[in-house]
């Protein structure tokens, strides 16, 4: 009796076995951000896109192929050349993310890996595009400009294929070796030009200062030659004395002047 007991707990732990196994593979899970496509064996991709939750299948017949429905970022590195024929390093950073509503096209059309497949191909042909309308010297004065243009070209360039970019800029853009030497000796070029011209003004410059206090000069002379003329030797006494009580005080303030009467030996008092 126990022998049969046990027979029949054991087919039926291996039938609820089997049904969880069952059930199991008739479940499937789509995370928040995500979206699934449906591939029947029989009818193929299904139209329908399943949004986040727990869902059922048929197990065997149809398989779900889960999508990333987040923005993404990518970098994106390309050469390209300049509208005066300028070697041009540029890096693109790309935050991107599929249509919901296509996915059963993506998927059919492209695969899975999309990104891969589509954007450094459009990246590359946009950029490629965008910056040959723009000189060396433009690319960097009008960065702004040709980031927007090219954000502009490459979101409807991405939306044939079904894919949404949320933000487009330019990370890095250098030029080559030759073209950045040339740049920086043009501006030692400059800043050369820019002192000779100063040196030439300061000269000039000084040439009127010069100019001015030799007129200045001459100006002066000739109101002393004047006043000579008119009062005669009355202002030349007037300047000597002048002069004299000058000399007097500054003498009259050194400890080491002494003052000797008039006519009277430097000797004094000394046994002849």
């Known amino acids: 009796m126990a022998a049969k007991v046990f027979e029949s707990l054991g087919k039926f732990g291996l039938g609820l076995a089997v049904a969880g196994g069952v059930v199991n593979s008739a479940l499937y899970n789509v995370d928040a951000g995500h979206r699934a496509v ?4 029989f009818r193929g991709v299904q139209d329908t896109v399943v949004g986040e939750g727990t869902h059922f299948l048929i197990p065997w017949v149809q398989k779900p192929i889960i999508f ?9 590195p390309v050469i390209t050349g300049s509208k005066d024929l300028q070697n041009v390093n540029i890096t693109l950073r790309i935050l991107f993310r599929p249509v919901t509503a296509q996915l059963p096209r993506i998927f059919t059309s492209i695969g899975e890996d999309y990104d891969e497949r589509v954007l450094p191909s459009i990246t590359t042909e946009i950029l490629k595009s965008v910056v040959a309308r723009f000189d060396a010297g433009e690319l960097i004065t009008q960065r702004e400009l040709v980031s927007r243009q090219v954000s502009e070209d490459l979101t409807e360039r991405a939306a044939t294929f079904g894919l949404i970019l949320d933000d487009v800029s330019l990370t890095h853009l250098t030029f080559g070796k030759e073209f950045t030497e040339a740049v920086e000796m043009k501006q030692v070029a400059q800043q050369e030009a820019e002192r000779a011209r ?23 002379a000739e109101l002393i030659a004047n006043s000579l003329a008119t009062a005669g030797d009355g202002l030349i006494e007037l300047r000597k004395l002048e002069a004299a009580e000058d000399i007097a005080y ?19 008092q000394l046994p002849q």
């Open 198 to 220: 100063f040196i030439v003004e300061k000269a000039e410059q000084q040439k009127k200062a010069a100019v001015i206090s030799a007129e200045g000069d001459s100006k002066a």
């Open 68 to 76: 990333d429905c987040r923005s993404r970022p990518r970098n994106i």
């Open 38 to 41: 449906i591939f029947d064996r």
């Open 250 to 268: 500054q003498l009259s303030r050194s400890r080491n002047v002494t003052y000797l009467p008039s006519r009277q030996s430097v000797l004094l």
